[in-house]
């Protein structure tokens, strides 16, 4: 049962019907979340969702959004410190679930001597180095084959004067952040829109994790309420590109 | 053991550098409740409260049973409040935490100590058979403010209630069931409510109405207040915490009652909007019945 | 007469479950919220598979052993179908809280309703395949469930699908049957007095109701009755609630 945009709604158990699968003449099939591989040729969704395909990549995978989110390596994450041991800090990805290591060389310049002063409550930008259902996930905040942080550490407010906090939304929509093409290709542009003219560029900054949060951080703190509610209710309004700017401009008059 | 999510320093720092310039993170203002909604369910004495992101579910029901033994000429009534992990996966069925039992306490002082509900018009025969009348609360969501929620949530589905029609003819009890005769509305006296304050601040300066989930975490004090439309006061928890100036308090309060003006208004409304619709489909079923005839 | 009216779900009602659905069919209504996979107790662990703990809370009064029974009936069909085996050590939290059940109004309600187990049992776990869809719980299928009543009327043995309260008690044997999206039969649950041969023409019939993905006139030759094609078409309605939601959760793409 296809829908009007070509992508066929798919529930878990269903079986995927071999004429949308891609072929490629050289890369493997790749098969992304969302589905699951009975050998030998069966390719059965697990959720419910919309299946995706992309033939230059030879990838398919399962579009659906979600609340809980299930570390995978590579995965950009904002951590919350929950206690340190000898070597390692524990941080927890989301609530209720086991924490995640990360280890206190794991940063860029640190030494035995001199090691990151992170008290708990604090907030990290990491990146998930392992992660597998039978372990607890590991963290790195520096990248292990240049030793660089590229952005990532401890999430503080900007300079020391100003201020910033962490808000919730979807998986799904901070997937669409994370995309290099957000506006094309995610369809959300609030971010663009508060820093351009309709937002009377507001100066502030950024860091998305795909756990689901994202660290707002600026100088004032009505910035801050005016990026974090206009993330949270174009994520919760499902609300489209003419919306959103409708949303920025409500914002900005409302919080004068 | 049941394991809390504690919100981030930043988070906590924040929310308070925010009241300290006069914002809250949703925009509202400090005496700005969320928008609350109130429905009715299908059967007599369900009321569904959705205060921003707490929903609580009330649901009353009463049966026939024996009064205490030293309390024969008054009926029964009991709310029971039990979370359980729908409300936050952090909640234990059978373990009660601190936020339950001080929500069960708030609740018994407010409705059942205050007399809202007429426990005399409950007894069908002394010492014999009374009725016993519970209300179940069950909070399906929490997003902060639980008490005042399921306060208001309590109240009005007590209002709406009806309990089987009774009579006593020569010492025998008959019970109608709902098909032999409408059943009635209980003997209601007055409704409280309840408003709840945080306070915020190294002196607990900054108070502010209906606090969210994460503005709860980061408060040092908090006031319930729960009094009626008329102004009378059922009763006032200031549970510890911070101390507070005595004349912010009484700003509090008659705050507080404005808020409690509010509240019995919208319950009013929408019980008069339940009764018409259901009086509407009452209408149309008599008429139906004489043309089948 | 059973009420034939028409089912109805709403998905992600909760705003801070991972997963919710309320679901309302036949006079009753549930809803239900998942978390998972979240953290499990030291004693619940499990060191290869996901613990599945179910809570069911009644609309009026504490549960007792009632809930129990249908918990641990959900639980064990449930755990069949969630692919624990993803998440060792990991728990899945299903609470189904009954908001409402159909009133007879030919008896006084009474607080301890003795057989109502069945009749709920059908909305019970539709609302929790529903939920878990909200939450994207791994799954291996989804599953339909459904009630069927055999009552003694005119002489004949009567088969009634979603039995009424009072048609329960009237009935001479009440069956609960879930089937997968695979036609697999998942939950099987009878009570009361029946025969082989009964038992397998009820399951045929739920077998209908449950699997039926077109609305066909094929079972018009047997001796039951035109209420099979008026029940409920399960699997398009389960297809279409969360088709919908997912459409709205997908508008960006």
Redesign the interface.
């Known amino acids: 049962m296809t829908t009007t945009t070509g992508r066929p709604f798919v529930l878990p158990g269903e079986t995927v019907d071999p004429s949308l699968v891609p072929t490629h003449k050289k890369h493997p099939l790749r098969l992304g979340p969302g589905l699951r591989h009975i050998p030998p040729s069966d390719i059965i969704p697990t959720v419910a969702g919309q299946l995706v395909t992309n033939p230059v990549k030879n990838s398919i995978w399962v579009e659906y959004n979600s609340q809980r989110y299930i570390p995978q390596p590579g995965d950009l994450v904002i951590a919350q410190i929950v206690r340190s041991t000898q070597d390692a800090y524990l941080a927890s990805l989301s609530p209720y679930t086991a924490s995640a290591t990360l280890p206190q060389l794991s940063f860029e310049g640190a030494t035995k001597k001199t090691r990151p002063m992170l008290s708990p409550g604090s907030l990290v930008y990491a990146r998930v180095s392992l992660a597998n259902k039978h372990m607890d996930p590991e963290l790195e905040c520096v990248s292990s084959a240049t030793g660089k942080s590229d952005g990532l550490g401890p999430l503080t407010a900007t300079a020391g004067t100003g201020t910033g906090t962490v808000f919730d939304v979807s998986l799904g929509f901070a997937r669409r952040l994370l995309m290099a093409r957000s506006r094309e290709e995610g369809r959300v542009a609030v971010l663009e829109m508060l820093g351009g003219e309709e937002g009377g560029g507001l100066a502030f900054e950024t860091a998305v994790g795909r756990n689901g949060k994202v660290w707002v951080g600026s100088e004032s703190v009505k910035t801050v309420i005016i990026v974090g509610r206009a993330l949270q209710e174009t994520d919760r309004g499902g609300l489209g590109i003419e919306e959103q700017r409708r949303l920025v401009k409500r914002l900005i008059r409302e919080m004068r | 053991m049941p394991r809390e999510a504690e919100p981030s320093l930043s988070e906590k720092q924040f929310v308070l550098q925010a009241l300290q310039e006069n914002l809250r993170l949703d925009g509202r203002e400090f005496d700005q409740y969320r928008p609350l909604e109130l429905t009715f369910g299908d059967q007599y004495g369900v009321a569904d409260v959705t205060l921003g992101k707490t929903r609580v579910l009330a649901k009353a029901s009463a049966e026939v049973t024996v009064p205490y033994a030293d309390r024969p000429l008054d009926g029964i009534f009991t709310i029971a409040t039990e979370l359980s992990p729908m409300t936050a996966p952090s909640f234990e069925v059978n373990r009660p935490t601190e936020t339950e039992v001080l929500l069960s306490r708030l609740l018994e002082k407010t409705i059942r100590r205050s007399g809202a509900l007429d426990t005399e018009s409950l007894c069908l025969v002394a010492g014999q058979k009374c009725w016993s009348v519970r209300v179940d609360v069950h909070v399906l969501s929490h997003g902060g403010n639980l008490i005042d929620a399921a306060c208001l949530a309590v109240v009005a589905s007590l209002r709406h209630f009806r309990k089987p029609d009774t009579s006593i003819e020569g010492g025998v009890l008959t019970v109608y069931t709902p098909a032999e005769r409408e059943p009635v509305p209980l003997s209601w006296l007055h409704s409280p409510f309840c408003v709840t304050w945080s306070f915020f601040g190294e002196e607990g300066e900054i108070a502010v109405l209906d606090a969210t989930w994460l503005e709860e975490q980061v408060r040092v004090a908090s006031c319930t207040i729960s009094l009626n439309r008329h102004g009378e006061i059922c009763q006032i928890a200031k549970l510890g915490g911070t101390p507070v100036e005595a004349v912010a308090l009484l700003q509090c309060t008659s705050v507080a009652l404005t808020k409690a003006k509010e509240f019995s208004a919208l319950v009013d409304r929408k019980l008069a909007e339940d009764l018409k619709r259901r009086d509407k489909g009452g209408l149309m079923a008599e008429l139906k019945a004489e043309n089948d005839r | 007469m059973t009420a034939t009216t028409a089912p109805e779900a709403a998905l992600g009602v909760?705003?801070?479950?991972?997963?919710s659905a309320r679901y309302s069919h036949a006079g009753y209504?549930v809803?239900a919220?998942v978390?998972?996979?979240?953290?499990a107790?030291r004693r619940d662990e499990h060191p290869y598979e996901a613990h599945v703990d179910v809570?069911v809370?009644p609309?009026?009064?504490?549960g007792g052993t009632r809930e129990r029974h249908l918990e641990s009936l959900l639980q064990s069909s449930l755990s069949q179908l969630i692919?624990v085996k993803?998440?060792?050590?990991?728990l899945i939290?299903i609470?189904l809280?009954i908001?409402?059940s159909p009133?007879n109004?030919?008896?006084?309600?009474?607080?301890v309703q003795a057989s109502l187990n069945f009749g709920i049992m059908p909305a019970l776990f539709q609302t929790s395949v529903l939920a878990l869809?909200s939450?994207?719980?791994?799954?291996?299928?989804?599953a339909t469930a459904t009630a069927v009543a055999i009552v003694l009327q005119d002489g004949t043995r009567k088969k009634v699908i979603d039995p009424s309260p009072r048609e329960i008690e009237a009935a001479k044997s009440v069956h609960v049957l879930a089937f997968?999206?695979?036609d697999e039969l998942l939950l099987a649950e009878s009570e009361g007095d029946f025969t082989v041969r009964e038992w397998d023409e009820v399951c045929e019939i739920a077998e209908r109701v449950c699997c039926r993905s077109t609305v066909t006139k094929e079972g018009i030759e047997m001796m039951l009755d035109d209420e099979v094609a008026d029940g409920p078409d399960t699997r398009h309605f389960?297809?279409s609630a969360?088709?919908d939601k997912?459409?709205?959760?997908?508008?960006?793409?």
């Open positions: 909760l705003p801070r479950a991972d997963g209504t809803t919220s978390n998972g996979p979240i953290e107790q809570i809370r609309a009026a009064g504490v692919l993803n998440f060792p050590r990991c939290q609470v809280q908001e409402d009133e109004d030919y008896a006084n309600t009474k607080l869809l939450a994207a719980v791994p799954m291996r299928a989804t997968t999206s695979r389960l297809r969360v088709e997912v459409a709205a959760d997908l508008h960006w793409k």
